[in-house]
């Protein structure tokens, strides 16, 4: 088994394990797939290595941006994520609720309320009723709609 590497894909109690192979060509998609496997974990600093590696080798593929602002998110780089959110969504990309949301919640955390729910707008106009699917918490979605 030389050569392979078994990671946690999911929190440790999930005793969920994914096989990578670490001699495998390195490409855009192996470092996209190592990210993702530390983003599960919580390891966003690993994973958004990772992802600008990716990024570094194909920075013509924009769903990698989409991962990276979702790593810098996690670690409070707002204004980081939204720039990467903000190239994701120029793809007209197949998870535009999803970067919606991040842009909505990014924006309400910066203060911006009124992009805040112009954001949160477009998302429920895209698919209505999902409001259990905004990133933001309820009581962020609250406050930013009784303003």
């Known amino acids: 088994m030389e050569g392979l590497n078994f990671m946690y894909s999911g929190k440790p109690e999930d005793n969920k394990v994914e096989m990578v192979n670490l001699n495998q ?3 855009c998609w192996k470092q996209m797939k190592l990210g993702k496997l530390y ?4 390891r966003y600093d690993k994973a958004l290595l990772c992802y600008n590696k990716a990024i570094e080798m194909e920075s013509s593929e924009l769903s990698f941006f989409f991962y990276r602002g979702v790593a810098r ?5 707002l204004k980081g994520a939204f ?5 994701a969504k120029t793809a007209n990309p197949w998870n535009m609720i999803d970067i919606l949301n991040y842009m909505a919640c990014i924006h309400f955390r910066l203060g911006e309320t009124k992009q805040a729910r112009e954001m ?6 895209l698919n209505r009723g999902l409001l ?9 979605y609250i406050e930013l709609t009784s303003k």
């Open 132 to 140: 259990n699917d905004l990133v933001m918490s309820y009581d962020e």
């Open 83 to 87: 720039e990467d959110m903000k190239k």
């Open 39 to 42: 983003a599960k974990s919580a």
């Open 73 to 77: 998110f996690h670690m409070n780089d």
């Open 120 to 125: 949160v707008t477009q998302v429920l106009n």
């Open 25 to 27: 060509e390195e490409t």
